[in-house]
């Protein structure tokens, strides 16, 4: 889900000038590849801050009249319209909106699979009126975990209210972005800040079966300067309702209280300090109490494109958090990661080294991205896990290539890998990737095909997408991923969208 915020953008217009200074801030729930992320404004790409969970760009000035921010992730793409007015005006009551119609085919050669065809459809509207800006929008697409995908939003000077399918993210020690239905906000009132939430959940963690789960709970903090506490307490339990007879799973349910306290020692450098307790059941069907503790120490640097994080953190055995199925329990572990430009090197990192049982494992993932011509950057990617505590699996990976810039319509990426798995039964594969994204005038269109031979197997894979616009008529988005993997085994997969801007 992506969320638009033009924060000061009615209000700091002077009376006696033309021109209008504001903010573009652009959420992302769940969180992507920052590399992945392209906004334009009026059909010029910009350059701002990017994270995995927003991107943030101030503009110095912008003049009045209507404007329009593009932003495309990958091969997706969404388009917010905006006018800008001086203060002197009346504000007006500025609506728009986009309608999709399409459908999804899938397609296998081996009679075993049947074929498969669903519509896709779906309505977002918007409406701002100075400070506050709504957006609802209905969808139903077979990709998304749930068969309709509702969602309206509040954005406000005091804060913002989602409602719908919606994905919570607090932290990894609490609540860690599952999906489901439920509400959301954040409330600011004067030196206080609220986070309330409450969801049904539709992600699932159990082992044997599949419980969705309630969640109630939220945050609240203070807003001051340099010291900025806070405290999570959310209470979950998977829902057992449709249980009929005897059954051996493991349905949950959990209490967890987390305290965390923020320093901003200067305006580039942070440290946080979280804490977390956690009480509740393994199995909702024995009386036995599970308790278990979790704490971690994080030390921050973020400036302009740069984000420097280095900490570590201990979590028992009996820590039950119900928020993140990713969560490691019984483990001391030190981390560090960010994404870091300097001149002409790019590189983005995340290394993880634990300790579990008087055993050591590790995690290192590392992309390096040089800029040798305005046109041309090498590219190197590795990445290295092991497992000691499952008898010594382990993981490699390693990918080099190049990446080809021609303007800002035309970009080649290409990189030749290898995976290599370490484990009873070991495999290695060699890929060769190659993609190419053009951006002619309105439309885009992307070209990507891959080749990886594993052990006596080939599988290819090829993935075309294009946002064609259809003058004033909208645009149509086309996308087609044949794959051929193993013996006698061939998918194909089509999806064409027609989306209308109003």
């Given at each position: 889900m ?37 906004v ?18 101030q503009i ?16 997706n ?18 609506m ?8 999804q ?45 509702p969602y ?8 913002h209210?989602?409602a719908?399918y ?23 009132i004067?030196?206080l800040?609220l ?12 082992l044997f ?6 969640y109630y709970?939220g ?8 010291i ?9 339990k ?9 059954t ?14 923020k ?7 942070s440290l ?11 199995n909702?069907?024995?009386d036995?109490?599970i ?24 979590v ?5 958090i119900?928020g993140?199925?990713?969560?490691y ?18 590189t ?14 590790l995690?290192?993932?590392?992309g ?28 490699q990976?390693?990918a080099?290539?190049f ?17 290599r798995?370490?484990s ?8 060769l ?15 990507g095909g ?13 993935d ?8 004033r ?6 996308s ?12 194909h ?9 109003f």
């Amino acid at each position: 889900m992506l969320e638009l915020i033009l924060s000061a953008i009615f209000l700091l217009s002077p009376e006696d000038t033309t021109n209008v200074p504001f903010d573009i801030s652009i959420i992302f729930e769940p969180p992507v590849d920052p590399k992945s992320i392209i906004v334009y404004l009026d059909e010029e790409i910009i350059k701002g801050e990017k994270d995995g969970d927003y991107f943030y760009k101030q503009i110095n000035n912008i003049y009045p009249g209507e404007h329009t921010i593009k932003l495309q992730v990958n091969e997706n793409f969404k388009e917010w319209r905006f006018i800008v007015i001086k203060k002197k005006d009346v504000l007006p009551l500025d609506m728009g909106g986009n309608l999709s119609l399409g459908f999804q085919s899938t397609y296998y050669r081996d009679t075993t699979y049947p074929e498969e065809s669903s519509p896709i459809y779906g309505l977002d509207i918007s409406f701002s009126k100075g400070e506050h800006f709504f957006n609802l929008s209905i969808t139903s697409d077979p990709d998304y975990p749930s068969g309709w995908y509702p969602y309206l939003s509040y954005y406000g000077t005091k804060g913002h209210l989602e409602a719908g399918y919606i994905y919570p993210f607090l932290d990894e020690l609490t609540i860690y972005s599952p999906g489901g239905f439920g509400v959301m906000g954040d409330i600011d009132i004067e030196y206080l800040s609220l986070t309330p939430f409450f969801l049904y959940s539709t992600a699932y963690d159990s082992l044997f079966a599949e419980y969705p789960r309630y969640y109630y709970g939220g945050k609240i903090g203070l807003n001051t300067k340099k010291i900025i506490p806070d405290i999570t307490i959310y209470w979950a339990k998977d829902d057992t309702s449709e249980i009929t007879g005897f059954t051996i799973v493991d349905p949950k349910q959990s209490l967890v209280i987390s305290p965390e306290l923020k320093w901003k020692m200067i305006e580039e450098l942070s440290l946080t300090l979280k804490g977390g307790y956690s009480m509740g059941n393994n199995n909702l069907f024995t009386d036995t109490l599970i308790k278990g503790t979790a704490i971690e120490g994080e030390l921050t640097y973020e400036k302009n494109f740069n984000n420097i994080k280095i900490g570590a953190r201990k979590v028992s055995e009996g820590y039950l958090i119900l928020g993140n199925p990713y969560l490691y329990t019984n483990r001391l572990s030190l981390f560090l990661s960010g994404i870091y430009e300097w001149n002409t090197l790019y590189t983005d990192f995340d290394w993880l080294i634990y300790e579990k049982e008087g055993k050591f494992g590790l995690s290192l993932n590392q992309g390096f991205q040089l800029t040798l011509l305005s046109y041309f950057s090498p590219l190197l990617e590795y990445q290295w896990v092991k497992y000691p505590e499952f008898e010594g699996e382990e993981y490699q990976y390693g990918a080099v290539g190049f990446e080809l810039m021609f303007g800002d319509d035309i970009r080649i990426n290409n990189l030749i890998s290898f995976n290599r798995y370490l484990s009873l039964y070991s495999t290695t594969s060699l890929n060769l990737s190659s993609n190419l994204y053009w951006y002619p005038a309105d439309h885009s269109i992307s070209i990507g095909g891959s080749i990886s031979k594993e052990s006596e197997y080939i599988c290819l894979e090829v993935d075309l997408n294009a946002s064609i616009k259809l003058w004033r008529y909208g645009y149509l988005e086309i996308s087609y991923y044949p794959s051929i993997k193993e013996k006698n085994y061939e998918q194909h997969s089509l999806r064409i969208i027609y989306e209308y801007a109003f």
